[in-house]
């Protein structure tokens, strides 16, 4: 990144940490870290809508306890936590299974980002954050894009925050944000993959003139793209996959199939493809969801998967793509990225993978 951060192009999204759609534990999440830090991941995403705090809470008690070493660390603003005694006898409705002792309230004003972050940084342990983002500002774009984004500025002003941006489940607001604000880096989930490229037609070709780094999260679209073979019953970005989709998945599954990749591998390692990808993150809950994602990165893709996506117009190639002077594809960097990769890494998730098109 710009900010001189080097992110691992994997990185682990704790949103399960805060016992989404089913509970987990404090042991497991531990455990989880521990594996990532093994693998060679340094690069760990939360927010405090995970779980009412509950993600960043396990997430911190975890990197203290596997310290590993070079840890970059996210985590968002823009939804405080306020005390619910009234509700505190149900559960969350937001797809976290925790008490409602807490309800989610949007703020994008200056005080409101500085409370949230302060508060973040306290569930977390630490004082201060690697990357701070203004989390799914949607239906608040006058508000985030002045004083959230401000307050943001104001806090890598005093060091408290090193890198600033905003994550988001679309592309289009993301890149005014990226042509109009002094973020550092974007997270835009679910709209660089296999099935959904709406952030090549703005958002990516105006990161990479602009030096900005995109992380891409939810490139599995909430599941259907998780399996070897395609399951029509798998959600697709939390919702039902409408039948023209789950037919689309199905014929991509079979290029891969006939190439020996598994979909999910092509489905990881594809936003990488494009040179403004900083990193992908994705979701894991345990210490076999890191091992899984961490073989999918490494999973050898011949140039001819990628090649007979593209152009039977089922997945456009980004490396085809013109990008603006002095930007370049991560395929034209193969050669200069392993050579760095390899004498800077022992069997890390950035270490080369040899014989791979998939960079």
């Not at 005080?111 to 690697?130: C, K, P, Y």
Request: proline content about 4%; glycine content about 8%.
């Amino acid at each position: 990144m710009r900010t001189g951060h080097q992110l691992t192009e994997l990185g682990l999204g704790a949103a399960q940490f805060g016992n989404l759609f089913t509970e987990t534990t404090d042991d497991e999440s531990c455990r989880a870290v521990r594996a990532a830090a093994e693998e060679g991941i340094r690069y760990f995403d939360t927010a405090p809508h995970y779980g009412l705090g509950l993600s960043e809470r396990r997430l911190g008690d975890a990197l203290r306890t596997a310290t590993p070493r070079g840890a970059v660390l996210s985590s968002k603003a823009g939804r405080l936590l306020v005390d619910s005694p009234e509700t505190s006898h149900r559960l969350d409705d937001d797809g976290f299974v925790v008490p409602a002792a807490k309800r989610r309230v949007w703020d994008f004003s200056r005080d409101g980002i500085l409370r949230s972050v302060a508060e973040s940084l306290e569930r977390l342990g630490t004082d201060r954050l690697d990357i701070a983002y203004l989390h799914d500002p949607d239906d608040h774009w006058e508000t985030a894009s002045s004083t959230g984004i401000a307050a943001l500025a104001e806090l890598r002003d005093q060091g408290v925050v090193d890198a600033i941006g905003a994550g988001m489940n679309q592309a289009a607001m993301l890149a005014e944000f990226v042509r109009r604000t002094d973020v550092d880096v974007v997270m835009v989930a679910g709209r660089f993959t296999l099935l959904d490229q709406s952030a090549l037609d703005d958002l990516l070709p105006v990161a990479a003139a602009r030096g900005v780094g995109v992380v891409a999260a939810a490139v599995y679209n909430s599941g259907l793209l998780s399996t070897r073979s395609v399951d029509g019953s798998a959600p697709y970005d939390y919702g039902a996959a409408p039948r023209a989709v789950v037919e689309r998945a199905a014929r991509i599954a079979a290029v891969c199939e006939r190439h020996g990749v598994e979909l999910p591998a092509a489905a990881l390692q594809y936003p990488l493809r494009h040179p403004a990808v900083v990193s992908v993150v994705t979701g894991m809950r345990s210490e076999e969801h890191v091992r899984s994602n961490a073989a999918r990165y490494r999973a050898e893709i011949p140039a001819a998967l990628w090649e007979e996506l593209h152009v039977t117009g089922l997945v456009p190639d980004p490396v085809r793509t013109s990008w603006p002077s002095g930007i370049t594809s991560h395929t034209s960097h193969e050669s200069c990225r392993k050579h760095h990769t390899y004498a800077n890494s022992v069997s890390g998730i950035n270490a080369p993978i040899t014989g791979s098109d998939r960079t």
